[in-house]
């Protein structure tokens, strides 16, 4: 079976929304081994939504199309999958039902009769509920014939859990050839580095499928087979020669491993930045739960909060500069003991675009761990723009620390 994914929305092009549902929809299906084939995406209008379900069907077996299912004159992807089928559209009752009431509990006035066209649907397809919207989802399919497009509403909130409950569900049942799936996170270490150890393991045994998706703080590998014994088998392997690099079961990110590990200690967490400007802090609290390991941060610019807040020494600062390793270390010594925690992140760099120097140029950026009442202080000179370096600083931090704690023995 071979799936494209089809993007429709003249704000995707134009770069005002950014395509979240692409990745969402490609790490899902990637999850349970099924890779598309082609994405295009498309403006909102009739022919350039022909045009792709040609091209894309010459391609694969199955689109799932993504937007223009709403009750707006631009919303036309159900008409154009109907007449490409060849297909009529019937108003569903149930349909239309559910839409009047999900309206009148909300209060939003008189409803326009334009709302209702969501309740149009093709002849003979199948009807996939939608529980946080009112424009259900689609599979659609001429009799006799092997092409399905599945259609999904364009906002994230009402397309993912459609996707996790109903498509992917589908999906797994018409597919001929099913796929064990073994997937595992790694940090610290690079995509290339991965696939070189990696790669001679999967390819010891014929018929197995590697793949690698990489992001700036971690690297997703998936190791696919139709036998699971030897599939697990395998990952186990992969596993023990890049164990050092291994985040825990059931973790995808560095800020979750530092939540799970420091958890799993009974540790608490402190942080203090200045040039990520309170994005480490973001990362931790963005994991629900936070409370139980997150006792504070202080985001310091100047240098004179950094000896008020944190207690830098005004001599360090003078002798070495804000941008040091021993500023570094002062900041995360004194955030430990400012929020009473066990462990610690300090960051002082520069991000650019300006404020460097031939001595510190733009990139430099210092970083100190604290774990077991010991100090770690690493240099980086980080590359690219201010927001790149912002963020190789983040998860280059986060590591730091989780190396840290983990070369202390339980």
Known sequence: MKISVLSIGDELLRGSTTNTNLARIGQELGAVAIFPVMEMAVKDTQ??????????????DVIISTGGLGPTSDDVTKSTVAEYFGLKLKENAKIADRIKSFWSARRLGCMPDSVLNQALVPEGAEILENKTGTA???????????????????????????????????????????????????????????EEKAAPIASSVPGLSIAYCASLESV??????????????KMDEIRDVLKEFLLSPGVQTIAEEIFFLLGKRKNKLSIAESCTGGMIAAAITDIPGASEVFSGSAVVYSNEWKMKI???????????????????????????????????????????????????????????????DQTLMEQYNFPGVRDMVRRRAVSSALNQLRRQIISVQD
């Open 220 to 233: 997703k590998l998936f190791l696919s087979g139709k036998n699971r014994d030897v599939v697990m088998g």
């Open 136 to 194: 259900p989802g689609l599979i659609v399919r001429k009799k006799g014939s092997k092409k399905k497009v599945i259609m999904l509403p364009g906002p994230p909130h009402e397309m993912y859990p459609m996707l996790m409950e109903s498509v992917l569900p589908y999906l797994e049942s018409i597919s001929k050839d099913r796929l064990y799936t073994e997937i595992i996170y790694l940090a610290g270490i690079g995509e290339s580095s991965v």
């Open 47 to 60: 022919a350039d939504i022909l045009d792709a379900m040609y091209v894309l069907f010459a391609r694969s």
């Open 310 to 372: 944190l207690g830098v020494k005004a001599k360090t600062l003078e002798q070495y500069g804000a941008v040091s390793s021993q500023c570094a270390k002062e900041m995360v010594e004194g955030a430990c003991r400012k929020f009473d925690s066990d462990a610690g992140i300090a960051v002082t760099g520069i991000a650019g675009p300006g404020g460097g120097s031939k001595e510190k140029p733009t990139g430099l950026v210092f970083i100190a761990t604290r774990y077991a």
